[in-house]
Nanobody, 127 residues
Framework: QVQLVESGGDLVHPGGSVRLSCVAP????????IGWFRQAPGKKREAVAC????????WYENTVTGRFTVSRDNAANTIYLQMNDLRPEDTATYYC????????????????????WGQGTQVTVSS
């Protein structure tokens, strides 16, 4: 099965930036829709961003719109989540997930549809 690996999490000050990476050696991720999810302590896992297979569409959660950008580098077989203007409420473990659905859709990625997950990378935003 597809095995995803996230990296890039860090401890940053409010207003700072972090770029997360998601890779899956041996699988061409361009044919997968990739969702980014996060889970903070005591909270449910929530979707924050998505890029559809072959970049057919993108989706962002309302509070990250304009601050986060998901992109693909197909030559490197890597998906990125660029996170700017970070806020303390962005503190969470961030996960990438993949499925063979063809698009993110108007309501964003539906967590139960994603079969393949990374183990997460921690982003902490604190003064």
């Amino acid at each position: 099965q597809v095995q995803l690996v996230e990296s890039g999490g860090d401890l940053v000050h409010p207003g700072g930036s972090v770029r997360l990476s998601c890779v899956a050696p041996g699988f061409r991720l361009n044919v997968y829709t990739i969702g980014w999810f996060r889970q903070a302590p005591g909270k449910k896992r929530e979707a924050v961003a998505c890029v559809g297979a072959t970049d057919v569409d993108t989706w962002y959660e309302n509070t990250v719109t304009g601050r986060f950008t998901v992109s693909r580098d197909n030559a490197a077989n890597t998906i990125y989540l660029q996170m700017n203007d970070l806020r303390p409420e962005d503190t969470a473990t961030y996960y990438c997930a993949a499925d063979l659905i063809n698009f993110c859709g108007a309501y964003g990625p539906n967590l139960p549809e994603y079969d393949y997950w990374g183990q997460g990378t921690q982003v902490t935003v604190s003064s």
